[in-house]
């Protein structure tokens, strides 16, 4: 129902876009995130963004580095990722909430950023 895309190998002070696209019915939609898990980490908040592109929230780390958006018309949520670092390598997950969902109820397949430093 969600599918990502877009990770992949990049050296350090890269650049990747990541892309998430959604099969569910959109109009139920109501925040969109990306969360990442390194290994032997637990998962992290990375960015959400309310499904019609307001509200953007970053995690400290990632502010002024990455950014999210939305594209309605494409069904699609995106993450900018800029001067990336090593520790940014992780398997980057997208993920949706409903309207009156209290936690992300859809999640993409992950998708691998690996950051060499």
């Known amino acids: 129902q969600l599918q990502a895309s877009g990770g992949g190998l990049v050296q350090a002070g890269g650049s990747l876009k990541l892309s998430c696209t959604a099969s569910v019915r959109t109009k139920s939609l109501y925040r969109m995130g990306w969360l990442r898990q390194a290994p032997g980490r637990e998962r992290e908040l990375v960015a959400s963004i309310d499904w019609n592109g307001r509200i953007p929230n970053y995690a400290d780390s990632m502010k002024g580095r990455f950014t999210i958006s939305t594209d309605k018309a494409k069904s699609t949520v995106y993450l900018h990722m800029n001067s990336l670092k090593a520790e940014d390598t992780a398997l980057y997950y997208c993920?949706?909430?409903?309207?009156?969902?209290?936690?992300?109820?859809?999640w993409g397949q992950g998708t691998l950023v690996t950051v060499s430093s």
């Open positions: 993920a949706a909430k409903r309207v009156g969902d209290h936690e992300y109820t859809y």
